[in-house]
């Protein structure tokens, strides 16, 4: 049994490669749900949404967002009758979405939704929101204060000098601990170590239970810059480097491998001293075969 942190589109990439080699129902999947919001009358949970559509092989790998083949009937009909949307949703993406709107409004927990759709698209996997509460996130930027998450890398487009990263504290959705307890390994994949893995880290009894596990994650740096997004700017924010050495600074409480690419060979050692095990491996997963190779590495 795994257990794998998610957030955006790095780590579900990975999972595509694990999940060719690896028995899907023996994988539990945790899901940063700090950056969920309503938007359009659908209940927007993207990371959720996109782990999903990778198990059920439906993700549009062209954005690592959204249903791969869709249409935009209903967002065409809206921009040409006025109203404009932040988000571009496709149609059948935007049922997901409003039926968590829908089932959340009759009561339902999200984790519970979750089970529901994953289980209708026949995932095996145990696919698992940190929480159920409601989560916010906001930037704190230089140039236009505190702002939204979606305005900043939206409206934005993450051109900004972030300051500071809030997000309120939630307790953990049921299964979440468990999850951590009753499995062998605990991956981190590449996804945006301040937003997407610390929200989850950071829940009550989190960091206690990985001190018990066996825990490998896979760096989104290579030297200074970080695979996509703004990840450096957050880790700036929070105090680190921008670099693998600030990953391995981040987790090292419970940290025991760190796989970094093979351009940052160089930094093996340094990093060595802060984290007990540093591999060194192809990082990039521009096709099938290096996701699976990565794969290989982070679970074996």
């Known amino acids: 049994m795994i257990t794998v942190f998610s957030g955006g589109t790095g780590t579900p990439k990975l999972i595509q490669g694990i999940k060719e080699i690896y028995p899907e129902e023996e994988i539990s999947v945790v899901v940063n749900t700090v950056e969920n919001l309503y938007m359009s009358r659908g209940y927007i949970a993207a990371d959720i949404d996109t782990v999903m559509y990778t198990f059920a092989d439906m993700i549009d790998e062209e954005f690592w967002y959204g249903i791969k083949g869709d249409t935009y009937i209903v967002r065409e009909q809206l921009i040409e009758m006025g109203t404009t949307e932040l988000l ?15 089932l959340l409004e009759e009561g339902w927990a999200l984790s519970d939704i979750v089970e529901l759709q994953k289980n209708k698209l026949g995932i095996k996997a145990s696919i698992i929101p940190m929480s159920d509460e409601e989560s916010e996130i906001s930037i704190v ?3 236009h204060g505190e702002i939204e998450f979606h305005d900043f890398l939206i409206k934005y487009q993450c051109n900004c000098e972030v300051l500071e990263v ?3 504290h939630v307790s953990p959705s049921p299964k979440l601990i468990e999850a951590i307890e009753n499995c062998d390994k605990v991956i981190f994949g590449p996804s945006n170590p301040i937003t997407s893995i610390r929200p989850i880290i950071s829940i009550d009894g ?3 239970a990985l ?3 066996e825990v490998i994650a896979v760096s989104p740096f290579i030297g200074r810059s970080a695979f996509s997004g703004p990840a450096g700017q957050f ?4 105090g680190y480097e921008t670099s693998s050495k600030g990953v391995a600074e981040l987790y ?3 940290l025991n491998t760190l796989v970094i690419d093979n351009q940052d060979e160089e930094f093996k050692e340094e990093i060595g001293e802060i ?3 540093v591999i060194v491996t192809n990082t990039f997963m521009k096709t099938i075969e290096d996701k699976i190779n990565l794969a290989k590495v982070v679970l074996e």
């Open 88 to 102: 571009r949703l496709g149609d059948k993406d935007r049922a997901t979405k409003l039926q968590k709107a829908i």
């Open 141 to 143: 930027t230089k140039e």
């Open 275 to 277: 984290v007990p095990n």
């Open 206 to 208: 989190v960091e206690e």
């Open 252 to 254: 090292k409480s419970f």
């Open 211 to 213: 001190k018990e596990k």
């Open 235 to 238: 880790m700036n924010a929070f």
């Open 166 to 168: 809030k997000y309120a």
